[in-house]
């Protein structure tokens, strides 16, 4: 089938289309960097510019749509995550939601775009690393109702997100590790 030749995942679980398009549009990048965790690193994995084009970012939403057979809709945190949100949510026809970074003042306020109460949501997001971004965007799905028990990140930095979220009773797939890409 076309969409199996578009959409292949090796043994390892980890999609392989994915990982081509991240080194084509040139997500990985080397140098000195300061992560959003606070820690300093050598690479930076940037998905935010490389997921501008559309054919990796349509990629990204092929690879997590299967996942969201059982949820009800998928959610990320802004800014990162919102456009992989909307990617699976094309690719599933499942509704999507948005998690601000603060809660809004004004008109109807909330932290939380989109109807999340009582339903069981998959939070996308697009690199892990400590996982502090994810723990927000758990805690503010779980304070308006709703059930998280999974996360799907585009790139797992392999630096503790999965333990951390492992002790929030939350399950980390990557569909790619960084130990793929740096073997590149």
Request: aromatic share 4%.
């Amino acid at each position: 089938m076309v969409e199996n030749a578009v959409n292949t995942t090796e043994n390892n679980g980890m999609n392989t289309t994915v990982k081509e398009s991240l080194i084509k549009y040139g997500a990985i990048q080397f140098g000195e960097f300061t992560l959003a965790s606070g820690q300093k690193s050598t690479y930076y994995i940037n998905i935010k510019d490389a997921a501008t084009q559309p054919a990796l970012l349509a990629a990204i939403g092929r690879a997590i749509s299967p996942k969201l057979g059982p949820y009800d809709c998928v959610a990320g945190v802004a800014v990162g995550a919102v456009p992989i949100a909307v990617a699976a949510s094309l690719a599933s026809g499942k509704p999507y939601a948005i998690i601000r970074k603060g809660e809004k003042e004004y008109g109807v306020g909330g932290t939380i775009i989109g109807d999340v109460k009582e339903k069981h949501v998959l939070l996308v997001e697009d690199v892990t690393t400590s996982g502090g971004s994810v723990i927000y965007g758990i805690n503010a799905l779980r304070d308006a109702g709703a059930v998280v028990e999974t996360v799907v990140t585009v790139v797992d930095r392999e630096q503790g997100a999965s333990a951390r979220l492992a002790d929030a009773g939350v399950t980390l797939i990557p569909l790619v590790r960084v130990s793929d890409l740096l073997r590149q």
